[in-house]
């Protein structure tokens, strides 16, 4: 039996979690949620067509890969039309599509679009929070939790491709992808501690150039861990 050289199930998993997280962060009002869930269970779907399709039940899990991207894209469909302004459909809908994009690469058409789709997705999920920042002033510790959840997807997800490439889709590679994922966001966690700590006697918005420094920091942090 030939082996799936994808992402691993598990790493999709944490990593599509952290990225819901991110944009779970930025969300600010009830009216927000229904494009918010919607998104989320058409991932979910996805993820499960997926593993049925590992699992060598090929038609229903393409079916229900099929239902859940549909659901997704219903999902960012209402994201940019929900009431309450243009800057809260747009830094809504660009969070949701961050995930989106994401998931395309962590459930590849084709394998050589996995890394580039996960960067374009961390990157929209990073570019929802720096613009709900500059566009309504977000709150210190929920910018910071929505930047370390991005960032902890994008590690996931790094690795999720790396363990597909080496041992497989189906490589029980659970246990060794959740340690990391929890030592990622230990470490970003720590991280805003840290900065809320720096932050404590400032006011409870971010400036611009501030943000961007943040941001610069925590990316250099992330990539050291794959040295």
């Keep these: ?11 999709a998993g944490v990593a599509l979690g952290a990225a819901l997280g991110a944009v779970a962060a930025l969300v600010d009002a009830p009216r927000q949620l229904v494009p918010f869930a919607a998104v989320g269970v ?3 779907v996805v993820g499960a067509g997926v593993a049925l399709q590992a699992n060598d039940r090929r038609i229903a899990g393409r079916v229900a890969a099929l239902v859940g991207f549909g659901v997704g894209l219903a999902g960012l469909g209402l994201a940019a039309s929900v009431p ?3 800057f809260a459909q747009v830094v809504l809908a660009t969070g949701l599509l961050g995930a989106y994009a994401l998931s395309l690469g962590l459930y590849p058409v084709r394998r050589a679009w996995s890394r580039p789709l996960a960067v374009v997705g961390t990157a929209l999920l990073v570019g929802a929070a ?4 500059v566009l309504h002033g977000i709150p210190v510790p929920r910018l910071l939790a929505s930047v370390t959840a991005a960032l902890v997807a994008w590690d996931a997800a790094e690795r999720a491709i790396t363990l597909g490439e080496q041992v497989g889709r189906r490589a029980r590679t659970a246990t060794v992808e959740l340690l990391r994922g929890g030592a990622t966001a230990t470490v970003g966690a720590l991280a805003c501690v840290v900065s809320l700590a720096a932050f404590g006697a400032t006011p409870a918005v971010l400036p611009t150039a501030t943000l ?6 925590a990316l250099l942090a992330t990539t050291s861990l794959f040295a």
Excluded: K, Q, W
């Excluded at 039996?1 to 790493?11: D, I, N, W, Y």
């Excluded at 961007?212 to 920091?217: I, T």
């Design 84 to 86: 309450g302004g243009l």
């Design 130 to 133: 720096a613009l709900d920042s």
């Design 212 to 217: 961007a420094l943040l941001l610069a920091v």
């Design 1 to 11: 039996m030939s082996v799936e050289r994808t992402p691993t199930l598990a790493g």
């Design 42 to 44: 058409g991932l979910l």
